[in-house]
Each structure stands twice: as structure tokens, then as C-alpha cells.
């Protein structure tokens, strides 16, 4: 009995699903114990679109077209909603996705560290309390976490095998399309990671990862075209991702004193008499052409006020890494997250360090990912940003930071006698 008893408990440590079972409880907890049972913010909109989508549309037609957000999360809803779910079952899809994420970044952890340094490390993921903000909402941080868990685990998978896996290929390509169509900005990063890939190619020592890379990014882009194609149809302008964009961008180029490039709604800006000129002034627009309007201003004011902008972006980076935006509540619950993000930040940080001296010793494939975060951050400081933007990108770091500091730096103990 004893013997059996040990077996079993043998059994459940060597299983990862019931390793980390303990975390999927805590973010169902989390999810019943913080969920609301009407919708906040932008919750209602995602819905729109998942009906959208069911009834054989996704945006409505022009004059009155919304391309406000990319159909990739609507899509995930959209089964649910089809088989009429409740709306706590929808918040509780988070809790789930991120457990799965925890087994997702273990395996993956797991092809460069001994089976404890990924349980550690996993467990440091999973107890990133930041991320637990996005659990009781039906929004696409958590969806995105998921994706970027799984992309990094299939991109590196890629690299494991020296000769072309076309199947491992189309898939992580086509999760990569999946992550545009979540959040468009991943669009822009594709193609920057087309032109980063050609660059790169030239160089011997990466010209074989480079080739593997680039094509995995025109994939990734070629399975973004139907949806291109239909904002073409749409609104008759080449790779139009998406109307909400030129907006921020219009926010983080305010030139004036005491602004420092936070968003802001419409009706907030209408009673801003820095703003209210402008904003009734394209008002009666059509949402294209008050797109265009926001992006005519924007430049303008880049060219006009670059030393502001600059200032504004460092403002964007405080609010991307630790500072809440206006819309949140400024009690002390609202800066918990600078405590976890102090030390993710230092660590980051070394390393980058590190791996730019060793990198040699940095896999490949690393390299790649961290250059595609390193993009998806540094544009997200172009346009209005908030701490969520930095959250999602947590699988890949806590991947890199495990790696440089468990193989290529490591700390011994000297014993003293």
C-alpha cells in the first residue's frame, strides 16, 4: 500500500498538467471572484464583432465602416457565443488559455533547462499577478499571452529541426497571423520582420536562421491577406489593418504643455479646449476620413514639436512599464504592478546586456523573438500605450531570461573552509 502510494505520488510530480493544476484553481477563483455580470469597456464591442461575424460581416459597410480592432478575438468568441455560453463561461476561457499557456512555456522552458529550472521558472509565470488584472474580461490580453506562449514554443521547435519542417512552419506561421488578426500592431511587426530577416541573411554565421525566419513572416503575411483584401474592398487603401491607430498616434503627438501623449476618448478630448476645435472640426466625418484626419494632425505635429514627441514616448515607456494611465483608478492597488515589473525590467535589461557580449552563445532562434518583441515594444511606444502592452510579452522574457541566466552565465558558491 505504502509502495503504491509513493508510486502515485511519483506519477502526479512527473505530470505537468497536474503540476500546475494548482494555478488553473487560482485563476478560476480569481475569475468568480472578480467577474461582473454586465460589460466593462471595450467587452461589448468584441461581442458586436463575434455576432458580427455569425450573422456573415465584420465590419459594416461604408460610409459607416469599424475596423477598430482586428477580427482575431471576435473569431475566438464567435463559436462560443454560437453555442450560447453564459458570459461567466466566456471570462472563464481566460483562466483556462492561461493555464494552458503554463504548459505551453514549461515545454518550451524545457528544451534548453533541466526539469527544475523550468518548473521554477514556469512557477515564476504563473504567479505574475499583472496578467490576473486581464482574467474576470472578456478582452485579448489573455488570448494574446496564449499565442505569443505557443509562438515561441513552435518557433523554436522550428529551429530544432535542421532540415525545413514545412508543417511546423505553416503552423507557427499561421499562429503568428492569428496574433496580427488579435492585435494589428503584430501586422506592422511582421513586415518589419520581413525586412529584419533580409538584412540579417547577409551575414554567414545567421544566414541558414535568416532563410528559416523570413519564411516563416511572408507566411505569417500571406495568411493575413484575406483579411487585407477585405479592408481593400472596404475602404480602397492597400494594407489597411485597422482605423483605431492614427487616433493614438494623434494623443501621443500633442504638442501642448502638461499633455504627455496619453489616450484619450473622443468625448474626453471634445472637453479639452486644446482639443475641442479640432475634434468638432471632424466630428461629421466618416470614420475614414477622420482616420486620415487624426494621421494628418499626428504628422504634423511630429514634425513640428519632435523634441515633445521624444518627451512623450519617454512618458509612454514609464506608462508601458510601470505608471497606470489615467482611465485607472490611482489607489495604491493601481500600482501593485510596478513591484513585479521592477524586477522583470532589471532582469531584462541584463539580459539584453549579456546576451549582446555572449551572443554566440544565444540560440538563434532567440535572437529572432527577442528582435520581434523588442519591435512589437518599441512601436508600441510610437502610439499611446499602457502597461497591458508590456504584459503580454511576459512568455518570451521570462524564455530569455531563463535562458542567459542558467546557460550562459552561471553563479557558483566557493566553499570556505
Given at each position: 500500500m505504502f509502495l503504491k502510494r509513493n508510486n502515485f505520488i511519483r506519477i502526479m510530480r512527473n505530470n505537468t498538467w497536474f503540476l500546475f493544476s494548482p494555478f488553473l484553481l487560482l485563476y478560476l477563483i480569481f475569475i468568480f471572484a472578480f467577474a461582473k455580470s454586465e460589460f466593462t469597456g471595450d467587452e461589448s464591442r468584441y461581442i458586436r464583432f463575434a455576432?458580427?461575424?455569425?450573422?456573415?460581416?465584420y465590419s459594416p459597410p461604408a460610409p459607416d465602416i469599424n475596423l477598430w480592432n482586428g477580427p482575431g478575438y471576435p473569431l475566438f468568441l464567435a463559436p462560443f457565443i454560437f453555442l450560447k455560453f453564459p458570459l461567466i463561461m466566456l471570462r472563464l476561457l481566460n483562466g483556462v488559455l492561461l493555464y494552458f499557456s503554463l504548459i505551453i512555456n514549461y515545454k518550451t522552458l524545457s528544451i534548453y533547462s533541466s526539469k527544475r529550472?523550468?518548473?521554477?521558472f514556469t512557477m515564476i509565470l504563473g504567479l505574475y499577478y499583472p496578467i490576473y488584472i486581464g482574467l474576470p474580461f472578456i478582452l485579448t490580453e489573455i488570448l494574446t499571452w496564449f499565442l505569443i506562449s505557443l509562438i515561441c514554443f513552435?518557433?523554436?521547435k522550428n529551429y530544432q529541426h535542421k532540415k525545413q519542417s514545412w508543417k511546423l512552419t505553416l503552423i507557427t506561421a499561421s499562429l503568428i497571423?492569428?496574433?496580427?488578426?488579435?492585435?494589428?500592431?503584430f501586422?506592422?511587426?511582421?513586415?518589419?520582420?520581413?525586412?529584419?530577416s533580409v538584412i540579417i541573411c547577409f551575414l554567414p554565421k545567421f544566414h541558414h536562421s535568416a532563410k528559416k525566419s523570413f519564411l516563416i513572416f511572408v507566411l505569417s503575411f500571406v495568411f493575413c491577406l484575406p483579411y487585407l483584401i477585405y479592408t481593400y474592398n472596404l475602404t480602397d487603401k492597400l494594407f489597411y489593418w485597422g482605423n483605431s491607430g492614427n487616433m493614438s498616434l494623434y494623443t501621443m503627438s500633442t504638442p501642448y504643455i502638461g499633455e504627455t501623449g496619453q489616450w484619450y476618448e473622443q468625448d474626453s478630448l471634445l472637453k479639452n479646449t486644446n482639443h475641442k476645435v479640432f475634434i468638432d472640426s471632424i466630428s461629421k466625418l466618416t470614420p475614414l476620413e477622420r482616420d486620415d484626419a487624426y494621421k494628418i494632425v499626428a504628422i504634423k505635429n511630429i514634425i513640428n514639436h519632435p523634441q515633445k514627441y521624444l518627451t512623450n514616448i519617454i512618458y509612454n515607456i514609464g506608462r508601458l512599464l510601470f505608471v497606470p494611465s489615467d482611465y485607472v483608478s490611482k489607489s495604491i492597488l493601481s500600482y501593485y504592478p510596478f513591484i513585479p515589473n521592477m524586477f522583470i525590467v532589471v532582469f531584462i535589461f541584463l539580459a539584453i546586456g549579456i546576451s549582446i557580449i555572449q551572443y554566440k552563445r544565444i540560440p538563434q532562434e532567440l535572437i529572432f523573438l527577442l528582435i520581434f518583441v523588442l519591435i512589437y515594444l518599441m512601436g508600441s511606444c510610437l502610439v499611446s500605450a499602457y502597461r497591458r502592452m508590456f504584459y503580454i510579452t511576459m512568455p518570451f522574457w521570462i524564455l530569455f531570461i531563463s535562458y542567459v541566466f542558467t546557460n550562459v552565465i552561471s553563479i557558483k558558491f566557493k566553499q570556505i573552509d
Open positions: 455576432n458580427h461575424l455569425l450573422n456573415g460581416y529550472s523550468a518548473i521554477l513552435l518557433f523554436v497571423a492569428c496574433l496580427a488578426m488579435t492585435r494589428i500592431i501586422g506592422y511587426v511582421i513586415l518589419s520582420m520581413m525586412v529584419v
